[in-house]
Antibody, heavy 122, light 108 residues
Framework: EAQLLESGGGLVQPGGSLRLSCAASGYTFIRYAMSWVRQTPGKGLEWVSGISGPGSTTYYADSVKGRFTISRDNSKNTLFLQMNSLRAEDTALYYC???????????????WGRGTPVTVSS | SYELTQPPSVSVSPGQTARITCSQD??????VTWYQQRSGQAPVLVIY???KRPSGIPERFSGSSSGTMATLTVSGAQVDDEADYYCYSTDSSGNHRVFGAGTKLTVL
């Protein structure tokens, strides 16, 4: 069974850094693009960043561009999100997600982790 | 920036049909995905490519699309269908993904 397990969340001061990890299992990791999605407490979902299967192409939401870096280690089936210059508004539950290509040529998230919480506060 | 617009809430009685809309603010229209999220849980895929239903999702969930508007229909809504529903798509470049703000479906 395919699974995603996030780790690395916690409490960090404004301006600080944090590195999230996502361990994938039960499928061929390199074959799938991956994304990070976050959810502010009591609010909606926000796509944060995406990366291609080989890791050669990355994408970022404007809200995190220049501060966050997505990467992956396909030899260890692990996805990362390096978060720098953290702000209070980055406080959220961060989900690791597997992108699925559809026959129609679109993309959707077909597998979600349970999320890891990040709190940015002094 | 690219946006998807959903109504904040939809309310129906059990057995009635609930319709949740998702409006894209730009052309060309992109395929829409729908997620159900119950309180305290990760999202669950219910519709992709506007109209396709993954295995394991009840037939009462269906999707449709017309112009720049996608619609999630829950026919014969049940109390168990109470959740937040999010639409999801890509911008015109295909490189950035966007969620709608979510619609709270109440069945009572």
């Amino acid at each position: 069974e395919a699974q995603l397990l996030e780790s690395g969340g916690g409490l960090v001061q404004p301006g600080g850094s944090l590195r999230l990890s996502c361990a994938a299992s039960g499928y061929t990791f390199i074959r799938y693009a991956m994304s990070w999605v976050r959810q502010t407490p009591g609010k909606g979902l926000e796509w944060v960043s995406g990366i291609s299967g080989p890791g050669s192409t990355t994408y970022y939401a404007d809200s995190v561009k220049g501060r966050f870096t997505i990467s992956r280690d396909n030899s260890k089936n692990t996805l990362f999100l390096q978060m720098n210059s953290l702000r209070a508004e980055d406080t959220a539950l961060y989900y690791c997600a597997r992108d699925e290509p559809s026959a129609a040529g679109s993309w959707y998230i077909g597998l979600w982790g349970r999320g890891t919480p990040v709190t940015v506060s002094s | 920036s690219y946006e998807l617009t959903q109504p904040p809430s939809v309310s129906v009685s059990p057995g009635q049909t609930a319709r949740i809309t998702c409006s894209q603010d730009a052309l060309p229209k992109k395929y829409v995905t729908w997620y159900q999220q119950r309180s305290g849980q990760a999202p669950v895929l219910v519709i992709y490519d506007d109209i396709k239903r993954p295995s394991g999702i009840p037939e009462r969930f269906s999707g449709s699309s017309s112009g720049t508007m996608a619609t999630l229909t829950v026919s014969g809504a049940q109390v168990d269908d109470e959740a937040d529903y999010y639409c999801y798509s890509t911008d015109s470049s295909g490189n950035h993904r966007v969620f709608g703000a979510g619609t709270k479906l109440t069945v009572l």
